[in-house]
Every structure is written in structure tokens, then in C-alpha cells.
């Protein structure tokens, strides 16, 4: 079975800075995806990011990037000139290439973005 | 557009009660997920829909624990007999494919049974 290690509970960053979240995980597929989830407050689970791991090339969306390192089964999330409104639980998440893709989630990492 | 919209937004209920609580997933979206969000065992898949399949039953914590989508859109999440341990916030999530389709969620129903 597959896993998500996020072993971060919590993280601060001060406003404009950048911030790193670690995630590993266990499969034996040589195919499959990777997800990072914010979810707010109000609860709304909402897509970072996502990365292929047939792609060698990083994932990015504006602020957002990934480090996805296949071998170490690592996928850390770096946000770069971090925003209030960034504050959140990032959720690290994989899928099989499978019928369904159903996703397996990470413990989650609090990240408080200071003023 | 509208996204995937759930309700009720808040339920509680007594230990023993059965509970209903429904999904309404983005128009045209053929797949359908429910997760569970608990303290104590994180993020869980519970059920997956596609199109006119058999469902993905295989995260059901329980028989207590059912789901019906009627007409390939709205979908019912039904807990029997419900346990202080179904306490938790559950999560619907649709996709316009069931692979390798992105995952739109909705804002979750929080359940707390007494």
C-alpha cells in the first residue's frame, strides 16, 4: 500500500519569504501522480499543484513549485514572496495510475504566514 | 461555474441515529469521490463513482456506511446507526474523468455525533 509521510506538523514564515514543505512517499509504481492540496479554514480543499512522475521537469504555478525527486521518493512544495493569504494545511497526496485514482493523503502541515 | 456543493454544512446527531449527507458535484463531472477528515486517521477515501460502473466501495469503515449517486449526479452518503467515531468532516470531490482527472472538492459537511 502507499504512503505519505509529512513530517511537519507545523510551519511559520514571515510575509514575502520563502518556505519549503517536505513530503515523501512509499510506492512500488514507476507510474503515478503527485498532488499538493491547500485547505483553509473555511475548509475548501483547493489544488496547488500537481506533477506527473514521468516528468522529469518540476511542476510550477506562479508562486508555487515542486522539487520531485523520483529516486528519494520526495516532493517537497516551495512558495516563494509567501501571502497571508497562503496561511493554511498543505496536504501532500498520491495517486495511482488506476481506475478511480483515489487519492492517499499526507498527515497535512499547518503553515502560518506572519505580518 | 458553480463547484461541488454539499450539505448540510453542519450536522449533529445522536449516537444511534442514521444521518443522510449529499453531494451535488460540478455539472458534467462522471466521477465522483467521498473522502472522511478525522483527527484521528487524517484524510480517507470512502467511495468512488464513475459514470454507470459499480462504485469503489473498498474504503467503507463499516457496512453502517453506504452510498447511492442517482442519475450519475447527486450522490447520498448514508451512516446507520451512527458512533461517536463517525465524527469528523466529510469531503465530496468530482472530476470530469475518473483518471487521471484533477479532483475539485467541496466545502465538506462537519458530523458530530453525541
Not at chain 1, 523520483?70 to 497526496?93: E, R, V, W
Amino acid at each position: 500500500a502507499q504512503t505519505v509521510t509529512q513530517s511537519q506538523p507545523e510551519m511559520s514564515v514571515q510575509e514575502a519569504e520563502t518556505v519549503t514543505l517536505s513530503c515523501t512517499y512509499d510506492t512500488s509504481e514507476s507510474n503515478y501522480y503527485l498532488f499538493w492540496y491547500k485547505q483553509p479554514p473555511s475548509r475548501q480543499m483547493i489544488l496547488v499543484i500537481r506533477q506527473e512522475a514521468y516528468k522529469q521537469q518540476n511542476a510550477t504555478e506562479n508562486r508555487f513549485s515542486v522539487n520531485f525527486q523520483k529516486a528519494a521518493k520526495s516532493f517537497s512544495l516551495k512558495i516563494s514572496d509567501s501571502q497571508l493569504g497562503d496561511t493554511a494545511m498543505y496536504f501532500c497526496a498520491f495517486s495511482r495510475l488506476e481506475y478511480g485514482n483515489k487519492l492517499v493523503f499526507g498527515a497535512g502541515t499547518i503553515l502560518r504566514v506572519k505580518s | 461555474g458553480a463547484g461541488v456543493s454539499q450539505s448540510p454544512s453542519n450536522k449533529v446527531t445522536e449516537k444511534g441515529k442514521d444521518v443522510e449527507l449529499r453531494c451535488d458535484p460540478i455539472s458534467g463531472h462522471t466521477a465522483l469521490y467521498w473522502y472522511r477528515q478525522s483527527l484521528g486517521q487524517g484524510l480517507e477515501f470512502l467511495i468512488y463513482f464513475q459514470g454507470n460502473s459499480a462504485p469503489d466501495k473498498s474504503g467503507l469503515p463499516s457496512d453502517r456506511f453506504s452510498a447511492e449517486r442517482t442519475g450519475g449526479s447527486v450522490s447520498t452518503l448514508t451512516i446507520q446507526r451512527t458512533q461517536q467515531e463517525d465524527s469528523a468532516v466529510y469531503l465530496c470531490a468530482s472530476s470530469a474523468q475518473g483518471f487521471p482527472g484533477t479532483q475539485y472538492f467541496g466545502p465538506g459537511t462537519r458530523l458530530l455525533v453525541l
